[in-house]
């Protein structure tokens, strides 16, 4: 689990949280197999924030040397930003 971790840009202990939360609900977590898989989208549900602020958003925020580009969405709009930053990122 470390190795993908580390492979990802995660925390390790992130991960193991997530698969942990991921195992309590009752969905099974396969085995990691010797074969190389292809990597698909995967949707995840959103959860709404414990303390909502008034003006919640989503902001994501890009670094490339010196450049940084910042996009900020209404949280409201957190299915468009998806459609959009997979749209960006293929």
Do not use: K, Y
């Not at 990802?8 to 898989?37: C, D, F, I, K």
């Not at 959860?47 to 994501?60: L, Q």
């Amino acid at each position: 689990m470390a190795s993908v971790a580390l492979a990802n840009g995660l925390n390790a202990n992130l991960l193991r949280r997530w698969v942990m939360e991921h195992q309590a609900l009752g969905v099974a977590v396969p085995a990691p197999s010797a074969a190389p898989q292809q990597q698909e989208f995967v949707a995840l549900p959103l959860v709404p924030a414990a303390h909502p602020t008034a003006a919640a958003e989503i902001r994501i925020e890009l670094r490339r040397g010196a450049t940084t580009v910042t996009v900020s969405w209404p949280a409201q709009a957190a299915g468009d930003c998806a459609v959009w930053l997979r749209e960006w990122l293929r």
